[in-house]
C-alpha cells in the first residue's frame, strides 16, 4: 500500500536527516518540451504506526515553487525514489485531467457530439479521448483558420497591386 498522509502538517523537515535527491523530468506535448521537477526525501518508520514507512518530501516545480507532503507505505524495503515517482506522476495526471475538466465545465459547447447538431441521436455521450481530440481539432482547426485569413488578405493586396499596374 502506498498513500498520502491525510493531514499532513508541514514542517517536520530536518536537511540532517535528509536520504537523498533527485530530479524527474516531465515531457509535455513533444519530446523537446520538458519540465524538470526536483525532490528531496527523508526516509524512516512512521511515529504514529513503525508498521509503516514515512516518506517527507519536499518537491519543487519548475517555477521553483516548493511543497512538503508525507507519503506513507507498508512495505518498508521499496525504493524511496520509485515511491515518489509513482505517487508525483499519478498526482500530474490527476492535474492534467483536472485541466481537461476545467476546458469542459468553460467550454461546454465545444463537447457536443456532432450528430446532435445535425439531428442526430441526442444519447450519445463522448469518451475522454474523443474530447481530448476534439479539443486539439479545436485548437488546429484555431490555427487553421487564422492561416487562411493570412492567405485571403494576401491575395488581395496582390490583387490590388497587379490592378494598380495595369491602370497604368
Given at each position: 500500500?502506498?498513500?498520502?498522509e491525510?493531514?499532513?502538517k ?9 536520504h537523498?535527491e533527485?530530479v524527474?523530468p516531465k515531457y509535455r506535448?513533444?519530446?523537446r ?7 528531496k526525501?527523508?526516509?524512516?518508520d ?11 518530501v ?8 516548493t511543497?512538503?507532503?508525507?507519503i506513507?507505505t507498508t512495505?518498508?524495503q521499496i525504493?524511496?525514489q ?9 498526482w500530474?495526471?490527476?492535474n492534467?485531467?483536472g485541466?481537461i475538466?476545467?476546458?469542459i465545465?468553460n ?6 457530439d ?6 442526430g ?5 463522448l ?7 476534439r479539443?486539439k481539432?479545436?485548437?488546429?482547426e484555431?490555427?487553421?483558420?487564422r ?9 488581395r ?11 497604368v
Amino acid at each position: 500500500m502506498i498513500t498520502w498522509e491525510k493531514g499532513y502538517k508541514n514542517g517536520n523537515w530536518d536537511d540532517d536527516k535528509k536520504h537523498g535527491e533527485f530530479v524527474m523530468p516531465k515531457y509535455r506535448n513533444n519530446s523537446r518540451d520538458i519540465m524538470f521537477f526536483k525532490f528531496k526525501y527523508i526516509s524512516s518508520d512512521w511515529s504514529k504506526n513503525n508498521k509503516l514507512k514515512q516518506i517527507i518530501v519536499k518537491a519543487t516545480n519548475p517555477k521553483e515553487n516548493t511543497i512538503e507532503v508525507s507519503i506513507l507505505t507498508t512495505d518498508k524495503q521499496i525504493d524511496e525514489q520509485e515511491v515518489i515517482r509513482l505517487m508525483f506522476k499519478r498526482w500530474l495526471q490527476e492535474n492534467d485531467l483536472g485541466s481537461i475538466r476545467n476546458y469542459i465545465k468553460n467550454n461546454p459547447y465545444s463537447c457536443i457530439d456532432s450528430t446532435r447538431r445535425r439531428g442526430g441521436s441526442p444519447s450519445k455521450s463522448l469518451s475522454l479521448p474523443d474530447v481530448i481530440g476534439r479539443i486539439k481539432m479545436a485548437q488546429i482547426e484555431k490555427f487553421g483558420s487564422r492561416w487562411l485569413k493570412m492567405k485571403k488578405i494576401k491575395l488581395r493586396f496582390k490583387k490590388a497591386k497587379n490592378s494598380q499596374i495595369t491602370e497604368v
